[in-house]
């Protein structure tokens, strides 16, 4: 493929979408740019405080627990509340939370600290993931999911690059780093994104337009998006086991610390370097089959563990699995978009958003019982077994659901309950603007 080539797909993979879209993108990229906590948390909380590593793990735990809390209040607080005021405010919060782990010595106070910022970050994932329907054509939902993923990314990377100055700053100071650039964030929203939400029906017309209220447990009755959950949430698991499972496997065949972050440094340099051109070569594909495809490949990937043996042979599962999360995460994310009513979008992400969050709780604890009574290649065939068993649940489960969604878009969006919404035209801002985006785990 020649430069031209690439040069001709970038350009048209970044065409076409609304200014709003980019401005969400780029407070995206400048959050993530100065996202250390949990990058070095553990790091801070052991080397530099003095704890042990059972106390850094449960620390970390506690920020997923939050997140589990937080992604279903987000999503309410985005549906009742507004995208704009809810992003706003759960930056503000997660900046706060960061420059309190500056100055905060003690360790439950550390604890606390680290939870409310799991809730925190967990509740902005809903509005964020809310604008971009609203704002961006159905057509162009996931390539506008897969810009900002990218965006996550290489803002991570560059976290990770930046994170070496923690030898010269200290951990204090990349704390607070974080915290400004949270703030940025909040505050590009605040500038530049107005809100998105649909319009409520005037009093007037309330009789006439039958809009059914939706709770979150109205959202978990809907067949098919409980199902789409649940099987992320089977992905999840898998997707998680290697950040905790991989580093002790290779631990076990001897290598060192510095070979894991060379090996697991691989993910994000894939995703950086390669996630337009995936996105290129998925557009327009069937979401059951992108969302089976990429659930075989996280279990061939993480599978293929067990039979590594050096460093590039567990480089290149990683390579494997890593293409399967830029295919799964921008694809699950507009699926949850297509099955959401206009009115809830934020409940339905919510709900999404929890499936990650407590695969980030329950998936560490898991991997690491796992690899430490049966072993590692027990733990890496039960990932392969997942991801086969997504793969076929994707294919028998939601096929029907996902090709009338797919061939619906921007002609109805199907409702729980007895009334329809139609689905919504392109959020059109004079002037240009409008609004985000998962997080790492």
Not at 9 to 22: Q, Y
Not at 183 to 191: P, Q, S, T
Request: hydrophobic share 55%; charged share 10%.
């Amino acid at each position: 493929m020649s430069i031209s080539t690439l040069r001709r797909s970038a350009r048209e993979t970044v065409s076409g979408l609304p200014p709003g879209f980019w401005w969400l993108w780029l407070s995206t990229l400048v959050n993530r740019t100065g996202a250390f906590v949990l990058t070095f948390l553990s790091l801070y909380l052991t080397l530099e405080l003095g704890h042990s590593a059972w106390f850094a793990g449960l620390v970390v735990a506690l920020h997923g627990l939050g997140g589990v809390a937080g992604s279903p209040l987000g999503g309410v607080l985005t549906d009742r509340w507004g995208r704009r005021p809810t992003m706003i405010t759960m930056h503000l919060a997660g900046a706060a939370c960061a420059a309190a782990l500056a100055f905060v010595t003690s360790a439950w106070g550390i604890a606390a600290v680290v939870l409310l910022m799991g809730v925190a970050m967990q509740a902005v994932r809903p509005p964020i993931n809310a604008t971009i329907a609203d704002m961006v054509p159905a057509h162009d939902v996931r390539r506008a999911y897969a810009l900002n993923y990218w965006a996550l990314n290489l803002g991570f990377a560059i976290a990770s690059l930046g994170g070496g100055a923690a030898a010269f700053l200290g951990y204090r100071t990349l704390f607070v780093v974080d915290a400004v650039a949270t703030v940025l964030c909040a505050v590009i929203v605040f500038l530049r994104l107005p809100e998105t939400r649909p319009d409520r029906p005037a009093p007037a017309e309330e009789k006439s337009v039958a809009e059914p209220e939706v709770s979150t447990l109205t959202v978990l009755r809907d067949a098919p998006f409980r199902t789409l959950v649940l099987l992320n949430l089977l992905v999840c698991l898998v997707f998680t086991a290697p950040w905790i499972g991989l580093p002790l496997t290779m631990a076990d065949q001897g290598l060192s610390a510095s070979s894991y972050g060379a090996v697991i440094a691989v993910n994000g340099v894939v995703i950086v370097g390669f996630q337009l051109l995936v996105n290129k070569l998925t557009d327009k594909r069937s979401p059951v089959l992108l969302l089976a495809l990429s659930s075989l490949l996280f279990g061939l990937g993480t599978g293929a563990t067990a039979l590594a043996g050096s460093s590039v042979a567990f480089a290149a599962t990683v390579v494997v699995w890593t293409v399967g999360e830029m295919i799964h995460v921008p694809t699950n994310a507009a699926a949850t978009a297509r099955l959401a009513p206009e009115h809830a979008r934020g409940r339905y992400q919510g709900v999404m958003g929890m499936s990650w969050a407590v695969a980030g709780f329950v998936a560490p604890i898991l991997a690491g019982a796992v690899v430490d009574g049966p072993g590692p290649d027990v733990l890496w065939a039960a990932t392969a077994a997942i991801g086969v068993l997504a793969a076929a649940g994707y294919a028998t489960r939601l096929r029907k659901a996902l090709t009338e969604e797919s061939e619906e878009a921007g002609a109805a969006v199907p409702v729980p309950g007895p009334v329809a919404s139609p689905a919504p035209a392109p959020v059109v801002v004079k002037g240009g603007d409008a609004e985000d985006s998962p997080v790492r785990t």
